[in-house]
């Protein structure tokens, strides 16, 4: 399909969805129900702002003990002084664009010895230009997916994930503009579009979560995989300023693009083969355009290149 008939078709079919009204109109239908997370212990990441902070904050108000893992000690140490249950609240510095960060954050986890309840793989961003890392990964590949990855797995082979424990993959509403293309999840700089780089990973997240489910699901583990909506962020703020100008009234709080992460944790349900993406408490399809039905990659090829790494 042509790239500008595509978008228009995106922003027509989605802008009411994903905003705040489409939040509002669902929100309207759910049941009361408390939150009780007393007992666990959460790891979040990308803790230290916009929705994962909002998730950190909630988790912690719903009585879990919440491991929050991002990069800026002074972010970290602020969102602890901001909590009404600091003591709830444990601040892991770490970059997770390095294995080596992630390396580091497991080895810290094992040493304190709390197998982890519930994960929140939610660091992300979008680099609009070409960057890498310390370790020379193209830095949006290394966060988004090859990091989510590479800390699920060590916790899994370290028993640091809980038999029963719930993961959950943050991903995006704009994977639907990607098929899973696993010699394109990490481009050089010449190949490099920052919101295709996104899409890519995003829609990587979808299969991995499956991938997972297929391989742990039956320890007792529950994977999903989520889209939090448009939420007014820095990260928007950043990398997409100009979209921020054109949605800013109906973008969604932190707290609205967090609600679906803390009430699949809560509610666990089911997981399906054809899982599909979470948004606002409901399954939605993982699918919309004809051209990501059938990549030419599957999920076992993107698990044997993200362990080539
Ligand atoms: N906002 C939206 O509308 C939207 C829509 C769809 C999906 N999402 C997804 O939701 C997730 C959260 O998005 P957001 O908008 O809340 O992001 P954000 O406002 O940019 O916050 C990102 C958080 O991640 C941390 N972080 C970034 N790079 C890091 C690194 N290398 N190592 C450790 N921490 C790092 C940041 O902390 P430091 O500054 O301390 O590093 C910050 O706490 C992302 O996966 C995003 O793709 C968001």
């Known amino acids: 399909m042509n790239p500008a008939i595509q978008g228009l078709y995106f922003f027509t079919r989605f ?37 994962g902070r ?16 991002a990069r800026s000690s002074g ?21 997770l664009s390095l294995m080596s960060g992630i390396d580091e954050l497991a080895a810290w986890l094992g040493s304190v010895g709390t197998p982890v309840d519930v994960l929140v793989n939610n660091v992300g961003v979008l680099l609009n230009d070409y960057a890498t890392t310390a370790e020379g990964m193209e830095a949006s590949f290394a966060t988004n997916l090859l990091n989510h990855y590479r800390l699920t797995e060590t916790l ?17 509403g704009g994977m639907y503009n990607a098929p899973l293309a696993v ?57 997409l300023p100009g979209f921020r100008k ?3 009234s109906v973008l969604r709080s932190h707290q609205q693009g967090a609600d679906t992460a803390l009430w699949l944790a809560m509610n666990r349900p089911a997981c399906e ?21 059938n990549p030419a990659h599957t999920a076992q090829d993107l698990v044997n290149y993200l362990d080539s790494f």
């Open 15 to 51: 802008a009411r969805s994903f905003s705040r009204l489409g939040y509002d109109k669902r929100a309207r239908k759910w049941p009361k129900q408390i939150f009780d997370f007393s007992g666990q212990h959460w790891l979040v990441t990308g803790a230290s702002g916009g929705i």
């Open 54 to 69: 909002a998730i950190v904050h909630q988790a912690a108000a719903c009585g879990a003990q919440v491991t929050a893992a």
């Open 75 to 95: 972010k970290l140490e602020q969102l602890t002084a901001e909590s009404e249950f600091p003591e709830r609240i444990k601040a892991a510095q770490a970059d």
């Open 156 to 172: 899994v082979a370290d028993d640091m994930l809980d038999p029963n424990a719930t993961v959950i993959n943050m991903s995006s």
């Open 183 to 239: 010699d394109s999840l990490n481009p050089g700089p010449e190949r490099y579009d920052g919101v295709m780089a996104y899409a890519r990973h995003k829609r990587a997240q979808v299969e991995l979560t499956r991938y997972w489910n297929e391989a742990y699901g039956d320890r007792g583990m529950r994977f999903y995989v989520m889209h939090p909506g448009w939420v007014d962020t820095q990260g928007v703020k950043t990398s």
């Open 246 to 248: 054109l949605f800013k």
């Open 273 to 293: 083969p054809n899982e599909g993406i979470w948004l606002d408490r409901e399954r939605q399809t993982e699918h919309v355009f004809s051209h990501t039905r």
